[in-house]
C-alpha cells in the first residue's frame, strides 16, 4: 500500500477509534456491564402527606421484555420509623387522588445528592394510598422498600407516602433505569474503538516512514571522471613481432 493511502485511512482510522474508546468507556462507567444507569442514596423530606415527582411521559410502544426492555427500580427507606408507601401510577388518576391534598413536588435531582421540592397547599387529607387500585407498581411496610417497573407508553406519576396517609416525611432513596442493551453496546463501543485506535496507528506511522534511498552527492558537487585503466601488455611480450629466436645447435664435442 502506498505512503499516501496509508496515511489517508490511517489518520481518520485514529480519530474514529480515538471517540469511539471515550464513548466506550464513558458509557461503561455510567451503566456498567449490565446496562444499569444508578442515582445514590438521597434524602427528602415533606410537612405534607406526599413527594410526588414530575410526570414521566413515554410515547410510542416500548419492549416490555428482552434487552430493549428499560426497567426503573426505587428503593425507599424511612427514617423516623413509619411505615412508607411508594408507588408508580397513571398521571391523571394520581392526580385526582391527590386533588387539594398538601405534597411537595420534586422538580430536580441533584448530582451526587439531594433534592429540590416545590410545595403544593391544600386541605384535605388523603385515603391511605394502599386502599388505590389504580398503581402499577407499588409496595409498602416498615423498614426499607422497592419497587421494580418496566417502562410502558403513558404518562406516569411516582408517589411516596405514609402508609397510613398520614402527614410529614422522612425518608432516604435511590434510584436505578436498566436497559440491558447498553451494557453489550459499550463493551463493543470500546472493543472496536481500539481495534480502531491501534490499528489506525500502525496505518499512519508506517505511512509516515521515509522509503530508503541511495547516497546522493551533495548538490553542486563536481563530478570528477575516474581515469580509465591502463591496458596491459598484449600476449608474447611488449614486442609481439620480436618474438625471441631459437639459439644455435650445440657443438659436438671436439
Do not use: C
Not at 490511517?10 to 474514529?16: A, D, F, N
Not at 397547599?121 to 422498600?145: H, I, L
Request: zero cysteines; glycine letters at 14%; proline letters at 11%.
Amino acid at each position: 500500500m502506498k505512503r499516501g493511502m496509508k496515511l489517508g485511512f490511517g489518520i481518520p482510522m485514529v480519530l474514529i477509534g480515538l471517540f469511539m474508546t471515550i464513548g466506550g468507556v464513558a458509557l461503561m462507567v455510567l451503566v456498567g456491564p449490565d446496562g444499569t444507569f444508578s442515582l445514590p442514596d438521597t434524602h427528602a423530606a415533606s410537612n405534607g402527606y406526599a413527594l410526588t415527582f414530575d410526570s414521566i411521559s413515554v410515547r410510542g410502544t416500548l419492549p416490555t421484555h428482552g434487552s430493549l426492555a428499560t426497567t426503573i427500580r426505587l428503593d425507599i427507606r424511612s427514617n423516623d420509623g413509619k411505615a412508607v408507601f411508594v408507588g408508580i401510577g397513571p398521571a391523571a388518576q394520581v392526580r385526582r387522588y391527590l386533588a387539594g391534598v398538601a405534597v411537595d413536588r420534586v422538580i430536580q435531582v441533584n448530582w451526587p445528592g439531594g433534592v429540590r421540592t416545590e410545595a403544593v397547599t391544600g386541605s384535605r387529607a388523603p385515603d391511605p394510598p394502599g386502599d388505590q387500585v389504580f398503581w402499577a407498581a407499588s409496595d409498602s411496610g416498615s423498614g426499607s422498600r422497592s419497587v421494580s417497573w418496566t417502562l410502558t407508553s403513558g404518562d406516569w406519576t411516582i408517589v411516596i407516602m405514609n402508609a397510613d396517609g398520614s402527614p410529614g416525611l422522612d425518608v432516604n432513596g435511590s434510584g436505578s433505569v436498566t436497559l440491558k442493551l447498553l451494557g453489550p453496546v459499550s463493551v463493543g463501543l470500546l472493543v472496536l474503538g481500539l481495534a480502531l485506535l491501534v490499528g489506525g496507528t500502525l496505518l499512519t506511522i508506517s505511512g509516515a516512514k521515509t522509503p530508503k534511498t541511495g547516497r546522493l552527492a551533495p548538490a553542486g558537487a563536481p563530478v570528477v571522471a575516474q581515469p580509465a585503466a591502463a591496458p596491459g601488455p598484449p600476449p608474447g611480450g611488449p614486442f609481439p613481432d620480436q618474438a625471441p629466436q631459437p639459439g644455435p645447435p650445440p657443438r659436438p664435442d671436439a
